[in-house]
Nanobody, 118 residues
Framework: QVQLVESGGGLVQAGGSLRLSCATS????????TGWYRQAPGKERELVAT???????HYEDSMKGRFTISWDNAKNTVYLQMSELKPEDTAVYYC????????????WGQGTQVTVSS
């Protein structure tokens, strides 16, 4: 079983920055892909960014340049550094861990609210 615990959300003014953290524990595999997704009110959950244990990253096009995903091996924690935040970035941000070789290996955190005021 894998546990994911997000933190770091909050209220920030437009143009500001926040760093989200996702602490992972339990069984982890080297081929695991960890990522951040977000869901705004009335919208579907969407991908923000992912990172592999190798350090390879992927960003949704609209997030490139403003968001940075990183992984701390010593702390088993994945971070999402967000800058130049916009009101449309307001959403609940979720951490996800999945493994492409094991379909049942797909875990979600409880989510953390990010609110960007104009």
């Amino acid at each position: 079983q894998v546990q994911l615990v997000e933190s770091g959300g909050g209220l920030v003014q437009a143009g500001g920055s926040l760093r989200l953290s996702c602490a992972t524990s339990g069984s982890t595999l080297s081929s695991t892909v960890t990522g951040w997704y977000r869901q705004a009110p009335g919208k579907e959950r969407e991908l923000v960014a992912t990172i592999r244990r190798s350090g390879s990253t992927h960003y949704e096009d609209s997030m490139k340049g403003r968001f940075t995903i990183s992984w701390d091996n010593a702390k088993n924690t994945v971070y999402l550094q967000m800058s130049e935040l916009k009101p449309e970035d307001t959403a609940v941000y979720y951490c996800n861990a999945r493994n492409p070789f094991y379909p049942n290996y797909n875990y979600w955190g409880q989510g953390t609210q990010v609110t960007v005021s104009s």
